[in-house]
């Protein structure tokens, strides 16, 4: 079997920093320390995290008035600023700056007046604190049709945002189904699709028309490695959202000579690694690494723990 490993993969400069605020604030501190939400979307990560002392809370009532509290790489709303100063919490915001980048727009076009569409997947955890943001003025669209039903107070006072973490190309479609429109809507300074999920997507369509099959490593909370899988599939190949090796079944491989490997922005390259040892204990492989696109991004660690 030949296997293609597509880089870049893996951590993104986020998701890096956003781990690297919970073991730091576990060694400066010590345990525990708590997390509103899981830190990034991987059950590895935030089991290994919880071995090591963190406590991962879905409600900020369950977290000791004056305790340090994370805030997960998605980000939140300033309602949940509010209540974590009156709780007194020790807050550290591990939310990523790219996603901070679009919630900065949510609000400037806010406070222009604006009408706000986020193009966004419905109950996500950074959709629910962009929305956030500026409740009075966001609409929420995942689909072209719900953009072809969409009403809004003033066409001519509109603007647009979108996840970070969105297919490419399924994103552009609304987009373009909103200028078709609205021809005068407002688009954001840059687009907010993050560099990481652009990258990994560019990956996937350049490499997957070569293989028989498509392995992609990643949790499936995670948005970003969801589309990369929908990306193979939408080309015609056999694609699978994996959360490590021992998730792949035998039946997958039969018949199967190439196979493209990747992962989402949340995955240790162990857990890639671990893959290809599977396939290597299974039968002889080749294996080549295929860099596309060189990745060099690095995030601060907030000022509270750096």
């Known amino acids: ?43 590895h990560v935030v089991n290994e995290l919880q071995e090591q002392g963190a406590v991962f809370v879905k409600d900020l009532d369950d977290v000791p008035e004056g305790a340090h509290l ?39 076009f806010a406070k222009k007046g604006y009408s706000i569409i986020l193009i966004g997947e419905e109950g996500h955890d950074e959709t629910v604190g962009t929305m956030g943001q500026a409740p009075e003025h966001i609409i929420l669209v995942t689909t072209k049709e719900d953009v072809d039903s969409l009403e809004v107070p003033d066409p001519d006072n509109l603007s647009y945002i979108t996840q970070t973490t969105l297919s490419v190309d399924d994103c552009q479609v609304i987009i373009d189904a909103l200028k078709a429109k609205f021809p005068n809507i407002m688009q954001p300074p840059r687009e907010d699709i993050c560099y990481a999920t652009t990258n990994r997507q560019a990956a996937v369509n350049a490499l997957a028309m070569e293989v028989d099959l498509v392995l992609v490593v990643g949790d499936q909370e995670s948005a ?35 196979v493209l490997l990747t992962s989402g922005a949340s995955v240790a390259d162990k857990h890639v690694q671990g893959v290809i040892a599977f396939l290597e204990d299974r039968e002889p492989c080749t294996v080549a690494e295929r860099e596309l696109v060189e990745e060099n991004v690095y995030f601060r660690l907030p000022a509270a723990i750096a």
Not at 72 to 84: K, L, T, Y
């Open 1 to 43: 079997m030949d296997i293609i490993v597509a880089k870049p993969r893996g951590f993104c400069a986020g998701v890096e920093r956003a781990i690297k605020c919970v073991e730091q604030a576990l060694e400066r501190y010590g345990a525990p320390v708590y997390v509103l939400n899981n830190i990034v979307h991987n059950a």
């Open 70 to 108: 994370l805030f997960s790489a998605h980000g939140v709303s300033p309602e949940r600023w509010e209540q974590a100063k009156r709780l007194n919490h020790e807050v550290i915001d591990a939310t990523c700056p790219l996603v901070e980048k679009v919630h900065y727009e949510a609000r400037r």
């Open 224 to 258: 970003n490695s969801a589309r990369l899988a929908e990306i193979a599939r939408s080309k015609g190949k056999e694609a699978h959202l994996i959360l490590d090796a021992s998730y792949i079944q035998e039946e997958w491989l039969e018949g199967v000579e190439r």
